[in-house]
């Protein structure tokens, strides 16, 4: 099992940027890919961006291109996401994945192993 620890949420405002990072352990060895997703107050968990383990590839949402990046760490053994230019319509609990399935990348009901969440709030 894949155990994923997020930090680096917070508050921000309007046009700010933040930088997320989830530490990794466990059992890796059949990790597909890395994603993270969001879940707004009353709204359903969606992918913000996503990396195929084996080549880096990533993938982004349309809302997010071109202001995230998502990035891994092998010395630290982490999964970044670089968020600038924030928006308010962003504020929510912001959670790491690992996909062990090795299928799929890009849909929440893909990952398999799911960190606790951190809280990110844009204010304008």
């Known amino acids: 099992q894949v155990h994923l620890e997020e930090s680096g949420g917070g508050s921000v405002q309007t046009g700010g940027s933040l930088r997320l990072s989830c530490r990794i352990s466990?059992?890796?060895?059949?990790?597909?890919?890395l994603g993270w997703f969001r879940q707004a107050p009353g709204k359903e968990r969606e992918v913000v961006a996503a990396?195929?383990?084996?080549?880096?590839?990533?993938y982004y949402s349309d809302s997010v291109k071109g202001r995230f990046t998502i990035s891994r760490d092998s010395a630290r053994n982490t999964l970044d996401l670089q968020m600038e230019n924030l928006r308010a319509n962003e504020t929510a609990m912001y959670y790491c994945?690992?996909?062990?399935?090795?299928?799929?990348?890009?849909?929440?009901?893909?990952?398999?192993?799911w960190g606790q969440g951190i809280q990110v709030t844009v204010s304008s």
């Open positions: 466990g059992d890796t060895t059949n990790m597909h890919c």
């Open positions: 994945a690992a996909n062990t399935r090795g299928y799929g990348w890009v849909q929440v009901d893909e990952y398999n192993n």
């Open positions: 990396l195929y383990n084996f080549d880096s590839r990533p």
